[in-house]
């Protein structure tokens, strides 16, 4: 081999071989990196959406049901303020959430709705006072709470839509239990839409035909296994809409049978719908009634383990509406285990409180 090939070899390789050696790690490192981008990018998804549906999976099946076996409604409350962001961030990686929507927006409606409520007492007591400044300001947060409540319980209400299409014409598909009890739930939260946008006075776009829609949706269920809950809330649909009642039907009769449906479950949720149909016609005594026969109900009657914060939830709603009818009248509210006894029941003379037995 001569020395010129030698040398001119030598040189080719002193060139070439660095450049070589610095493409490959190069190049190796770029490839490496954009495989890893790319198949972390891949495996992240596959996490976000493998975690999503466990999640939403695990609320449903679990969550959901363990819940309503629990009767602290507050803690339900927070819970769904604080969880409605975490749950339908999935939304994002997996198809949204709808049914376990309608139950978050709807609860944390009712979050809302307990706020109002305790500006409406604070509003009462100013008026008490005479002192308009207080009363006005209250009313401000009153309206700003039923705004808020007014907006979650109709995102609760396009979620149901979203899951089983428009109420008001042919019934859904309700395949299992739980799909029918989201039905009901959208249709309660639609009404509540309703009711706690006109409360507050604001024009937010809530569908003024939602309650002619939820009466007729509410049929998609079965009354019997929902304790009365349906037909009470067509009953209450047909007593505040002037007109709405069929021929041969009578609301009262129906809210009252409803009621003892209710009753006989343990599952009072038919109590609040006869006393928000009393409430709206200016009816107090027979408001009164109810919630006697609500505490009197309870008291001899527990709720079956897996509907208790149903009936819980009646409770509270009951005693909402006792709060409002004490604090005009009193200035405060339903007195400490007062619930189902008002201002002005007539006090039991001694005489009468008097056990005949006793003395025989």
């Keep these: 081999m001569s020395p010129y090939f030698l040398r001119f070899s030598?040189?080719?390789?002193?060139?070439?071989?660095?450049?070589?050696?610095?493409?490959s790690a190069?190049?190796?490192?770029?490839?490496?990196?954009?495989?890893?981008l790319a198949g972390c990018g891949a495996t992240r998804?596959?996490?976000?959406?493998?975690?999503?549906?466990?999640?939403?999976?695990?609320?449903?099946?679990?969550?959901?049901?363990?819940?309503?076996?629990?009767?602290?409604?507050?803690?339900?409350?927070?819970?769904?303020e604080a969880l409605a962001p975490m749950l339908m961030s999935f939304g994002r990686v997996r198809d949204?959430?709808?049914s376990l929507a309608v139950m978050i927006y709807g609860s944390a409606g009712m979050c809302a709705e307990s706020r109002a409520l305790n500006e409406e007492l604070r509003y009462m007591r100013a008026i008490r006072d005479q002192d308009p400044a207080e009363a006005e300001d209250a009313l401000i947060a009153q309206k700003r709470f039923n705004?808020?409540?007014?907006?979650?319980?109709?995102?609760?209400?396009?979620?149901?839509?979203?899951?089983?299409g428009e109420p008001g014409g042919a019934c859904p598909e309700l395949e299992e239990d739980y799909d029918e009890f989201i039905w009901m739930m959208g249709m309660i939260a639609g009404l509540q839409a309703l009711n706690n946008e006109i409360a507050s006075g604001a024009g937010l776009g809530?569908?003024?035909?939602?309650?002619?829609?939820?009466?007729?949706?509410?049929?998609?269920?079965?009354?019997?296994?929902?304790?009365?809950?349906?037909?009470?809330?067509?009953?209450?649909?047909?007593s505040m809409l002037p007109g709405a009642e069929p021929k041969g039907e009578n609301a009262s009769m129906r809210l009252a049978a409803a009621a003892k449906k209710g009753e006989r479950a343990g599952v009072r949720l038919a109590h609040v719908?006869?006393?928000?149909?009393?409430?709206?016609?200016?009816?107090?005594?027979?408001?009164?009634?109810v919630i006697r026969a609500h505490a009197k109900s309870k008291a001899n009657k527990e709720a079956p383990p897996e509907a208790r914060l149903l009936d819980e939830l009646a409770t509270t709603m009951l005693t909402g509406l006792s709060d409002r009818m004490w604090t005009e009248h009193t200035g405060h509210r339903t007195p400490m285990g007062a619930l189902g006894r008002f201002?002005?029941?007539?006090?039991?003379?001694?005489?009468?409180?008097?056990?005949?037995?006793?003395?025989?």
């Design 10 to 23: 030598s040189a080719i390789l002193h060139w070439v071989c660095p450049v070589r050696r610095w493409f």
């Design 26 to 36: 190069k190049h190796a490192a770029v490839l490496a990196t954009t495989l890893a």
């Design 45 to 80: 998804n596959v996490m976000y959406k493998t975690t999503g549906d466990v999640m939403v999976s695990f609320a449903q099946e679990h969550q959901t049901p363990f819940v309503l076996s629990t009767d602290d409604v507050s803690m339900n409350c927070g819970m769904s």
């Design 96 to 98: 949204e959430p709808h």
């Design 147 to 164: 705004t808020l409540a007014a907006k979650r319980n109709y995102e609760a209400y396009q979620h149901l839509v979203a899951q089983y």
């Design 206 to 238: 809530v569908p003024k035909n939602i309650a002619a829609k939820v009466e007729r949706s509410a049929a998609c269920v079965d009354d019997d296994k929902w304790w009365g809950a349906p037909m009470a809330i067509r009953a209450t649909v047909w």
């Design 273 to 289: 719908f006869q006393a928000l149909a009393a409430y709206g016609k200016g009816d107090m005594d027979a408001v009164k009634q």
């Design 343 to 360: 201002w002005d029941d007539k006090k039991q003379t001694t005489a009468e409180t008097v056990d005949l037995s006793d003395i025989l």
